[in-house]
């Protein structure tokens, strides 16, 4: 079994900043892709941002110029640091993980979620 567990999230002003981590754990052989994704309330779930075990990053336009994705493969944790944030960038943020098991098999796993409010 493998877990996800962010932090990071809460109340920030809009213009400010904030950084989120995800930490795997449990039976880890390595994780292909880790990234981020978000759900605002009435919306859908949409990718933030993704980077894989390379470091090939990918943005959502929305957040391009904004946000920064890193990971720690050694530490199989994931970083999301966001600059400027705007109020429509609340949302639950949910972090996500192509887990490679150590008995060889490829799964998707998904953290519980950190919820971000960007108000005044």
């Known amino acids: 079994q493998v877990q996800l567990a962010e932090s990071g999230g809460g109340l920030v002003q809009p213009g400010g900043s904030l950084r989120l981590s995800c930490a795997a754990s449990?039976?880890?052989?390595?994780?292909?892709?880790m990234g981020w994704y978000r759900q605002a309330p009435g919306k859908q779930r949409d990718l933030v941002a993704s980077?894989?075990?390379?470091?090939?990053?990918n943005y959502a336009n929305s957040v391009k110029g904004r946000a920064t994705i890193s990971r720690d493969n050694a530490k199989n944790t994931v970083y999301l640091q966001m600059n400027n944030l705007k109020p429509e960038d609340t949302a639950i943020y949910y972090c996500?993980?192509?887990?490679?098991?150590?008995?060889?098999?490829?799964?998707?796993?998904w953290g519980q979620g950190t919820q971000v409010t960007v108000s005044s």
């Open positions: 996500y993980g192509n887990v490679l098991t150590v008995d060889y098999r490829y799964i998707d796993y």
């Open positions: 449990g039976s880890i052989f390595s994780i292909r892709v």
């Open positions: 980077i894989t075990d390379e470091g090939w990053t």
